[in-house]
C-alpha cells in the first residue's frame, strides 16, 4: 500500500469517526451519548491495523471535541483511545492469524457449522469481548482517568468515578461492533488488496 493511499484510508477513518460520532447520538446517561464512532474505529482496526485504529480513536475524538466545543475531556479521551487501538491492532492481528480471516466472518455468519473449529472459533472470540473490556477499561478509566487527575488537580478515584459512565457505555458499544468489525473488516482488507492488485504502484 503505498503512502498516498494510507494516508487516504486513515484520513477517511478519522472523518468518519466524527461523522458517525455526531450524527447518531444515542443518549444513555445524564448528558452522555453512546460514542459510535468506536464502531469504525474497530472496523479499521481490523481491516488496516493498529495505525487505522489509532489515528481514528484519538485524532476523531480531537475533531469531534474541536467541533462540539467540549475540550474538556479531550485530552484524556484522546489519549485513552491510544491505548485502546493499541491492544486492538494486537488482538486482531491474533484474531487474523488464528482465524485466516475467513473464520472470523463465519463465527457470526448464519451457516451451521458443528466440530471443534466453530467450538474453537467461539471460544476465541468470547476471549477477545474479554480483552475488549479490559482495553476499554486500560482506556478510559485507566489513562483517562490519570490525565485528567493530573490536568484538574482531583484524586484519581475521584476521576475513575467520574469515568465510569463512559467506560460501561463506550465498553457496550466496542463489544457490540465485534460482529460488524469480524465481517466487514477482512472484506475491506480483501477489497483493498483487489484494488492494490488491479493498480499496482509503478
Known amino acids: ?3 498516498t493511499k494510507k494516508i487516504c484510508i486513515y484520513a477517511a477513518a478519522i472523518a ?3 461523522a458517525v460520532t455526531l450524527c447518531l447520538q444515542v443518549p444513555v446517561f445524564e448528558n452522555y451519548y453512546l460514542c459510535l464512532g468506536y464502531i469504525v474505529m474497530e472496523v ?3 481491516a488496516f491495523g ?30 485513552g483511545n491510544v491505548v485502546i487501538g493499541i491492544g486492538l491492532g494486537l488482538l ?3 484474531v487474523r492469524k488464528m482465524t485466516a480471516g475467513r473464520a472470523a466472518e463465519e463465527v457470526f455468519s448464519e451457516e451451521k457449522k458443528t466440530g471443534k473449529g466453530r467450538a474453537f472459533r467461539l471460544f476465541l472470540w468470547a476471549g477477545a469481548a474479554v480483552i475488549v473490556v479490559a482495553l476499554t477499561a486500560a482506556g478510559i478509566l485507566g489513562v483517562k482517568s490519570i490525565t485528567e487527575s493530573l490536568l484538574y488537580a482531583q484524586p484519581f478515584a ?18 457490540a461492533a465485534l460482529p460488524l468489525a469480524a465481517v466487514f473488516g477482512p472484506k475491506l482488507a480483501r477489497a483493498e488488496k483487489r484494488e492494490r492488485s488491479l493498480h499496482p504502484a509503478k
Open 1 to 3: 500500500m503505498t503512502t
Open 16 to 18: 468518519l469517526f466524527v
Open 44 to 46: 479499521c482496526t481490523f
Open 50 to 79: 493498529a495505525l487505522a485504529g489509532i489515528l481514528s480513536g484519538s485524532l476523531g475524538v480531537v475533531l469531534y471535541c474541536l467541533l462540539t466545543g467540549g475540550l474538556r475531556g479531550m485530552p484524556g479521551w484522546a489519549l
Open 92 to 94: 486482531f492481528a491474533f
Open 158 to 175: 475521584v476521576r475513575v468515578l467520574k469515568n465510569m459512565n463512559a467506560f460501561i457505555a463506550d465498553a457496550a458499544v466496542l463489544l
